[in-house]
């Protein structure tokens, strides 16, 4: 019989972890990215049944699953996506506090590693609320490498397996997942200790991928494919190449003008070594500070009694997860010169791993000489962990939803049978527009309108405004333009940074 109260920090992390996420997705009253528009396009796309690629864009299982929720329950695109969120969110939960346990941790350990995670501000606080794809991806992965570990652990067969489902799952989410599939297995080569049972370590977790390889090349010739009909897995084969170009074509430029410009003389020829450095800094701070800075804290002083907490096993691949996920965040910065943290959120689960070991070896254990030390690193960390999580739950201040307001205030402003112009591809989908893309209309498209006459078939305009000189100076001339129209009211982004300026049109 189980005994239920034995295991009561796992119900609260769950149910902690639930009403969480819940709470997040209510205080955004809707708001969305534009990447979410793309993906709701493209799920109605879908949902109408349209199998082709949207706007260019073929990578479409997360749009599909949206699509597939919205035509069996009937609801609404958005709501659907919510669902979806709860869905990975607590899958990613469920996996995190699986991994812990598969690394030797108890159920207060797992307990500790949700409460790192739900006082994450990125993770938690900025991607959990957008109909990402990018939760599902992480759920998958941290899954599959759960399996991963199982594998090396006890050397069975079916974990390989499950380990290449999930992997599989993940890449269907996001492309970087097929880069984990096919690196991460490297670990059993520090793991195989005896020679009789490498081959099978080192084997085993690609055999899906090698059976796969095997009928690909007979697939293509049959279906007349070739590379260029593989969408973004060409990706995978062109990746380097990329990096290639941008290195030769953008960074050395770059380059050049620190050398000249900014470094001079004496120290022109240190310019690559400061770039390279800079690059490579980037890449690490965003690996360390994607689950906030509680975790990274707690690693790095409790470095030794980790080691010694965490099953050997599990702690040689997780720790060769961590270099992949930075290999692989310092291989995007190269190829687009940016590094979005999500990319690199793998690292921080490792992160948020490892550290509740450490809390509860300083929680649990019998107290050392160094006592008060601990007690100060407890508290700081508890202090970031808990103004991360309230940051998350509590409700957005007023300029939060200065786009949805805007929306809502023309709509009840808009006489039955007019129109209203919104400039923002999320206003457009706030007012339930017709889709018309994922970007914003810029001056050049407005002043286009105002030519050729059609802005006359509107009663209201919806303008997005950065308060900037040049937008200052392209408004001006814009409203110098614009003939029957005055401007209604403004709405305040944060710091009134942003604006949109509502114009009515006079009769």
Partial sequence: MINHRKHLPLYLAL??????????????????????????????????????????YSWGFYPALIACLHTVTGLGLQTCANLLIVVFFMLLVWG????????????????????????????????????????????????????????????????AIYWQIFALLATL???????????????????????????????????????????????????????EDLGRVKELFTGFQDIEMNVTQDIVHRVGIMRDAVIGEPFQEYAWFTFL???????????????????????????????????????????????????????????????????????????????????????????NNKAYAKKILLMLVALIVLGGFIGNI??????????????????????????????SAKQRFYADAPYDGRFDHEWDYLAKLVADGRIAQYSYLVIKFDDTAEEQARLKAFQQQLAGFQLDKTFYGH????QLLVFKRID
């Avoid at 990215?33 to 799920?43: P, Q, R």
């Avoid at 994607?290 to 009694?305: C, F, I, M, N, R």
Wanted: hydrophobic share 55%; net charge positive; charged share 10%.
């Fill in 15 to 56: 149910a902690l972890a639930f009403i969480t996420c819940c709470r997040i997705i209510v205080i955004q009253h809707g708001w969305i990215t534009n990447d979410s528009i793309l993906y709701f396009g493209m799920a109605q796309h879908f949902a109408l049944g349209d199998p082709h690629p949207f706007e260019g």
């Fill in 96 to 159: 995190l506090m699986r991994m812990v346990s598969i690394a030797g941790g108890n159920d207060w350990t797992q307990f500790y590693a949700v409460v790192l995670l739900l006082g994450s501000g990125y993770i938690v606080g900025n991607i959990l609320p957008m109909a990402s794809r990018d939760l599902g991806y992480w759920a998958m992965m941290i899954h599959a490498v759960n399996q991963l570990i199982l594998f090396y652990q006890h050397g069975r067969w079916k974990h």
């Fill in 173 to 227: 989410f996001r492309i970087e997942g097929a880069v984990q599939w096919l690196v991460l297995p490297l670990a059993g080569f520090m793991i195989a200790q005896h020679a009789s049972g490498r081959l099978k370590r080192i084997a085993a977790p690609y055999s899906l991928l090698i059976v796969g390889g095997l009928i690909a090349p007979f697939v293509l010739l049959a279906m007349h494919m070739s590379l």
């Fill in 277 to 367: 450095l800079a690059y490579f800094s980037i890449a690490t701070l965003k690996c360390l500070s994607v689950a906030g800075w509680a975790p990274p804290l707690l690693v790095l002083a409790e470095k030794h009694s980790i080691k010694k907490s965490v099953q050997p096993v599990a702690y040689q691949v997780l720790l060769f997860l961590l270099f992949v996920s930075w290999v692989i965040g310092c291989l995007i910065t190269f190829k687009v010169n940016l590094l979005s943290a999500r990319y690199v959120a793998l690292f921080g689960f490792v992160l948020i791993v490892f550290s509740s070991f450490a809390v509860h070896k300083l929680l649990h254990y019998p107290k």
């Fill in 394 to 423: 509590k409700p957005k201040s007023a300029d939060f939803y200065y786009e949805l307001d805007a929306v809502a205030y023309v709509k009840s402003q808009l006489p039955a049978g007019q129109q209203a112009f919104y400039s």
């Fill in 495 to 498: 710091k009134h940074r942003k």
